[in-house]
T-cell receptor, first 113, second 111 residues
Framework: EAQVTQNPRYLITVTGKKLTVTCSQN?????MSWYRQDPGLGLRQIYY???????DKGDVPEGYKVSRKEKRNFPLILESPSPNQTSLYFC????????????FGDGTRLSIL | RKEVEQDPGPFNVPEGATVAFNCTYS??????FFWYRQDCRKEPKLLMS???SGNEDGRFTAQLNRASQYISLLIRDSKLSDSATYLC????????????FGQGTILTVHP
């Protein structure tokens, strides 16, 4: 089954403790992206990747890192999480190119205390 | 001005009604336009891409007006299952990788 898999689905942690949210897709998609969704602000793009070893900042990259060493994986790293990074996070992938739809993972709900 | 603006609603309509949403965008260089739906904090799912000539998929019709920089979504014969948040998505400028989501329009269809 074609899918985008995020882990963990839920995480409660404390300020400053490094964490990684993994994202994996099995559709051989070139494009992958991370978003956060907050009430009243909608989905905002954090980082995206057009292909392996190519990453670019979205609208809200501060406090996050990403890497794209393999086509299927695009982990989101919070080196020193803070409470303002408490949010619902979505990973998405697509074949890339104009008008190509994105396939989203189920989401990861992060709470930083 | 926000890059992508939508009327947040909520729109409350009876079954069978026709409802229309608009979305305006600020970057005249944008080239990719989409409507997604999102159910109750679940993942967004593509409803339809929006093409220059307009396109239809069953009860759903999408239109693009480049001159006025807006896209629209028309839903005919609303069903209870259409209740969701509808997200307008636009790429930013010439890069198809950078996408901006509107805040979404809430639709509730009641019996």
């Amino acid at each position: 089954e074609a899918q985008v898999t995020q882990n963990p689905r839920y995480l409660i942690t404390v300020t400053g403790k490094k964490l990684t949210v993994t994202c994996s897709q099995n559709m051989n998609h070139e494009y992958m992206s991370w978003y956060r969704q907050d009430p009243g602000l909608g989905l905002r793009q954090i980082y995206y990747s057009m292909n392996v070893e190519v990453t670019d900042k979205g609208d809200v990259p501060e406090g996050y890192k990403v890497s794209r060493k393999e086509k299927r994986n695009f982990p989101l790293i919070l080196e020193s999480p803070s409470p303002n990074q408490t949010s619902l996070y979505f990973c998405a992938s697509s074949t890339g190119g104009r008008n190509q739809p994105q396939h989203f993972g189920d989401g990861t709900r992060l709470s930083i205390l | 001005r926000k890059e992508v603006e939508q009327d947040p609603g909520p729109f409350n309509v009876p079954e069978g009604a026709t409802v229309a949403f608009n979305c305006t965008y600020s970057n005249s260089a944008s080239q990719s336009f989409f409507w997604y739906r999102q159910d109750c904090r679940k993942e967004p799912k593509l409803l339809m891409s929006v093409y220059s000539s307009g396109n239809e998929d069953g009860r759903f019709t999408a239109q693009l007006n480049r001159a006025s920089q807006y896209i629209s979504l028309l839903i005919r014969d609303s069903k209870l299952s259409d209740s969701a948040t509808y997200l307008c998505v636009v790429n930013r400028g010439t890069s198809y990788g950078k996408l901006t989501f509107g805040q979404g329009t809430i639709l509730t269809v009641h019996p």
